[in-house]
């Protein structure tokens, strides 16, 4: 796919800059690769996430905690103004 749209780009580029009969240049099998290596981009591993980093994205968790911060809010007598 990639080889493609660079292909479709030279050959435009091609046309419109020779007006001879030649057969537009095309990248290489391994191009993209080559080009990848030389570029800045690289690609980096993920890490995986910490247990409780994952447990605190959890829906039910994150529920719970706000079930729990409603008792306290209620039990201690919190009022909006107190924030």
Same mark, same amino acid.
């Given at each position: 796919? +990639? *080889?493609?749209?660079?292909?479709?780009?030279? #050959?435009?580029?091609?046309?419109? %800059?020779?007006n001879?009969?030649?057969?537009?240049?095309? +990248?290489?099998?391994?191009?993209?690769?080559?080009?990848?290596?030389?570029?800045?981009?690289?690609?980096?591993? #993920?890490?995986?996430?910490?247990? #409780? *980093?994952k447990?605190?994205?959890?829906?039910?968790?994150i529920?719970?905690?706000?079930?729990?911060? %409603?008792?306290?809010?209620?039990?201690?007598?919190? +009022?909006? #103004?107190?924030?």
């Amino acid at each position: 796919m +990639v *080889r493609n749209a660079a292909n479709s780009i030279l #050959a435009q580029n091609h046309t419109t %800059l020779h007006n001879n009969d030649e057969l537009p240049p095309q +990248v290489g099998i391994h191009w993209l690769q080559r080009y990848l290596d030389k570029s800045l981009y690289k690609r980096t591993k #993920a890490k995986p996430m910490e247990t #409780a *980093r994952k447990k605190a994205q959890e829906p039910a968790y994150i529920k719970g905690w706000f079930n729990d911060f %409603l008792v306290y809010y209620q039990e201690y007598g919190i +009022v909006p #103004a107190d924030f």
